[in-house]
């Protein structure tokens, strides 16, 4: 299909530029470790695309150029499953696995130990691709498990599926199935955009993926972070394949095919329930969701002595993982004022055992994603607690919702000091306009301003800024500052040690840095590093209270937003008295001395810090390097100039030493920072 004539005369690049693209595409899929750059990849695409339009004769079906199909289809037209795709049996205790591997030995006969291989179960949708003489040629859902829907032109335009297979050996006929699922940062940037504009969003990624593959339009789905992972073989002929799972696992990668790469044999049932806490334990790290682990007997002889019943195979077994979706009810919704005057919406839920922790709140956000949500106090709700995120509430159940449901009545005025809330065009945030009249704005900043990336005034923790603010003895930042033993020993929990402890952490707390005392001011949009932006850029904080706008986004990292909230804070007077009292309280750092940034030693190099510092901690030597011009990245890549690794370093270190970069240890790193005048 693919060969062409010997009567085509066209350019022998254009062959070449295929091999050469199928290539990357299996050292980055398959392999998971990309010899070439995207710009590079991106700029053979560009060559093959551009001969294949001056030579349109040439292009064929499994050309990489020809993954997204032009015209949408109707509808889909049903397939039916040569071989039917079988369903899996689920555990969810311990017991439950032994009883599984119990039965297979029963039935085995035997009472040696059974090898399995164990797969993470992603939570996506199941797919079946079916490859004649190592071209795709149909794609299937799952459907019921006998009948799917064609999805060829979507799964088409899925990078990690093959059009035509790698390698060699592979069958004449070779159907592979898999899941096809949308990793957690693609769905969290799709559901951002539509979040942006106003769209309705995901429920999780699994609907993500499913709502992706049903588009009519493979364009759509072509622009959806989509992935497929192969975990069986389905209908085969015309060739063999290894004796064991883990074999053919094994084969799917060299034709090709991402595998997921946590996948492990264990020799008995024993090794596996090990695996299964594994990965348990790093489940919110990894990049995807899982539902559970896949044990599946190894040696496909056993398989085959097994059989299955009723649909699903005797031979493999899903032990689940805690749901990370459940449904309660909405008791009611309250509403808490931040920092900045936000006003968010809380959710009181009916205590509900979800992610493997018992959640009684979720944060609505704001007003809109009330709105959007369509939510009612009193409705059935769906929680998702996916990782350590703030527990959300994704859905409505509307067919539960009792008759006396009430709406949720957005307050007009500030919960804690009845100041008009405001809302500004384009912004979803209402804000009460209260500013530091209002009790729980002055808590946030006098908390924001003695945690310990701030002042660190240690002791003084939320608790006790509560009460100091509730009881009037504490109303603008400097005031902490004059808190006498007497009113700090009369607090609760506080007794006359705890006082004098907490008045040496104020006194110590006086001698900071300027861009901690930048960030500790609380301006909004101001972060840790963007306040030691501005501390390194201006040296001075006259210098900071003094630039305009324009003079603001010279700073890295600065934009006109937080230009403005910069510029806007020190319009008030207010803030200028703030800062004043707080100078006269004793409250001092040093200035830095600015260069000009292009004369920093260290601008244009990149360094990643990894493993632990010894005399530095690793904030302090970030800023130093930062000082001094360098960029400070968190992960290596061809980019990166040197890795500063201390003891423990890991992958980091590893991958390092893979691209050949070069490694420093923490002593040389004081020696340079040192040879370009840092005190350290
Ligand atoms: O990752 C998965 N979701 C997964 C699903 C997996 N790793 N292995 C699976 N193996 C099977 C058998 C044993 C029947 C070949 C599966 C599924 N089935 C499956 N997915 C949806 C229904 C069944």
Redesign the pocket.
Known sequence: MSTLSLFDNFPPEIEQLRQEINHHNYRYYALDDPQITDADYDRLMQRLRELETQYPAAITPDSPTQRVGATPLSAFTTVVHELP????DNAFSDEDLLAFNQRVQDRLKITDDVEYAC??????I?VSLLYRDGLLVRGAT?GD?TNGEDITQNVRTIKSIPLRLAGTGYPAVLEV?G?IYMPKAGFNALNEKARAADEKLFVNPRNAAAGSLRQLDSRITASRPLEM?A??VGWVDGGTLPETHSGILAALKTWGFLT?RETQVAKNIHEAMAFYRQIGEKRNELAYD?DGI?F?VNSRQLQESLGFISR??RW?I?YKFPAQEESTILLDVEFQVGRTGAVTPVARLQPVFVGGVTVSNATLHNRDEINRLGIKIGDTVIIRRAGDVIPQIVQVVETKRPTDARAIAFPEHCPVCNSPVETVADEAVARCSGGLVCAAQRKEAIKHFASRKAMNVEGLGDKLVEQLVDLGLVSNLADIYALTREQLAAMERMGEKSADNILTALENSKKTSLAKFIYALGIREVGESTARNFANYFGSFEALAAADQDALQQVPDVGPVVAHFVAEFFVQESNRVAVAALRNAGVHWDNIEVAAPEALPLKGLTYVLTGTLEALSRDDAKAHLLALGAKVAGSVSAKTDYVVAGPGAGSKLAKAEELGLKVIDEARLLELLREHGRQV
């Open positions: 795709m079988l369903s899996l797969e993470l179960k992603l939570d996506g199941a799952r498990g199935r899941e992972c975990y069986s997921n899982i896949v599946k699903a195979p493999a899903a």
